[in-house]
């Protein structure tokens, strides 16, 4: 197969437009949803206690992965409805490029609208309280590393969009515990594996070394652990979505 059947832009394009029609209803009222709330509690506090604006970006946040994880979760709903799955899998796009297309709407796409429009409402929010807009505070309180942390958490959910065929979103959030707890339990079975009942290495090292090793463990630990999640666990999601996605059009 070519280049050009597995990936064209100007399919990718009219996907993309497809996606908005017909999701147009569910999409506007969601965001009107969305935005009234951001606009409720900033207007509310510039009112009321014009001190807590600095503090509201907290708030933002919430909101933000809150409703983008739902949108991700929604967004192959045709996929797993008998009366609307065929329209989807006849449409002349690959499936490389119906994920790419709905990864770019619920990232990028929601990303840059989200925060444009919460940050005309920050801004409108001083200006009712009569403050001076803290515009520094509003892109330096971590904004980059939740959104970077959203990017690759919504892959997850994206994954589970395509897997998952009712309750995608709660499905998808029992799995995490479930992976969580099993973690948190291997982790747990490595340490009383590695350590007695005095908390003491088992195997026979000097003590002067024991914080070295203690501390190279720690940064060893939390360099993979790192990787693993910027660098691996994004690729690796979507990776399996594509073949989730293919798996269902068979």
């Known amino acids: 197969m070519s280049v050009n059947n597995i990936f064209n832009t100007q399919r990718q394009y009219n996907f993309i437009l497809r996606q908005f029609s017909v999701y147009q209803n569910k999409w506007t009222i969601a965001a009107a949803v969305i935005f009234s709330l951001l606009l409720l509690i900033s207007f509310g506090k510039a009112i009321l206690d014009p001190s807590d604006l600095y503090d509201i970006l907290g708030s933002y946040k919430g909101i933000f992965f809150f409703g983008g994880l739902i949108l991700t979760s929604q967004v192959f709903s045709e996929l797993h409805s008998p009366h609307k799955s065929y329209a989807l899998f006849t449409l002349p796009v690959s499936n490389l ?114 914080a070295n090793l203690d501390n190279t463990t720690k940064r060893l630990l939390e360099g993979t652990t790192q990787f693993l999640f910027w660098a691996v666990l994004g690729p690796y999601m979507l990776l399996m979505s594509y073949f989730t996605l293919k798996e269902r059009q068979v």
Request: aromatic fraction near 20%.
């Open 97 to 210: 490029e119906k994920l790419t297309g709905s990864w770019l709407i619920t990232s990028p796409i929601y990303i840059f609208v989200f925060w444009t429009i919460s940050f005309i409402i920050y801004c409108s929010s001083f200006l009712i309280a009569g403050e001076p807009i803290a515009v520094n505070q509003f892109f330096s309180s971590g904004l980059g590393n939740s959104i970077a942390t959203y990017m690759v958490i919504q892959t997850i959910f994206l994954w589970g969009a395509c897997y998952f065929r009712k309750n995608n979103f709660m499905k998808t959030v029992l799995s995490l515990i479930g992976l969580f707890i099993m973690t948190g339990m291997f982790a747990g079975l490595l340490t009383f594996l590695m350590f007695n009942e005095d908390n003491v290495l088992v195997f026979n090292i000097n003590s002067n070394d024991y």
